[in-house]
């Protein structure tokens, strides 16, 4: 399955563009964009578009691009199930981005169901995060569903880890960081 995952950034060239130029089942958005930067998938009906929002989003963009919400929701394509958590680490106070508590995300996904990829903005405490930046932590209940559930893969966004200190695995489970736009071929 070759997805096309978009985080934190627009992507370098236009999704059109990329879509030509390669074979794509599946489009996921991972946080921190908005309308403009997503624009274009407006008339991409022939694949599902499925995403979470992220610490900086309105949260009101995917109905008019038609991208399923999938916060603590699961969706299926081509016996693959997918699951998701939008946000970060709540660091600042506001009634409209999307933030949780470290408890409240452990209580969030305590009886979240196995998926084989689970969609994140921000990354599971530990990978690829900055644990003592408040604002780029990542999140324990991320970490504790990972470590129970064992997804296949988990893909997020949010921080900026480099290629020294980029983690790939946590457990059983493959960590796949995006920034802009990622084309992943997932061997399922």
Same mark, same amino acid.
């Given at each position: 399955m070759i997805i096309l995952a978009i985080a934190?950034?627009?992507p370098r060239t236009s999704i059109k563009s990329i879509l030509q130029n390669n074979h794509?089942? %599946?489009i996921c958005t991972l946080g921190d964009l908005? *309308?403009?930067? $997503?624009?274009? $998938?407006q008339d991409i009906n022939d694949m599902p578009k499925i995403g979470v929002y992220g610490n900086h989003c309105s949260g009101k963009y995917f109905e008019s691009l038609g991208i399923k919400n999938m &916060? $603590?929701?699961? *969706?299926?394509f081509q016996g693959? /199930?997918?699951?998701?958590?939008e946000g970060s680490v709540r660091y600042k106070e506001s009634s409209y981005a999307k933030m949780y508590t470290q408890k409240e995300a452990q209580v969030l996904l305590?009886?979240?169901?196995y998926v084989d990829v689970m969609l994140t903005h921000a990354p599971p405490y530990g /990978?690829?995060?900055?644990?003592?930046?408040?604002? &780029?932590?990542? %999140?324990? #209940? /991320?970490?504790?569903?990972? %470590? @129970?559930?064992?997804?296949?893969?988990?893909? &997020? #966004? &949010?921080t900026y880890?480099? @290629?020294?200190?980029?983690v790939t695995k946590l457990g059983e489970t493959g960590i796949i960081y995006v920034y802009q736009d990622k084309l992943i071929d997932l061997p399922l």
């Open positions: 934190d950034r627009p794509v089942d %599946l908005d *309308f403009f930067m $997503l624009k274009e $998938l &916060h $603590l929701q699961t *969706f299926e693959v /199930i997918f699951g998701g958590f305590r009886d979240f169901p /990978i690829n995060d900055e644990p003592n930046d408040p604002t &780029h932590a990542g %999140l324990i #209940g /991320i970490r504790d569903y990972v %470590l @129970s559930k064992k997804p296949k893969y988990l893909m &997020h #966004g &949010h880890p480099n @290629s020294k200190n980029m």
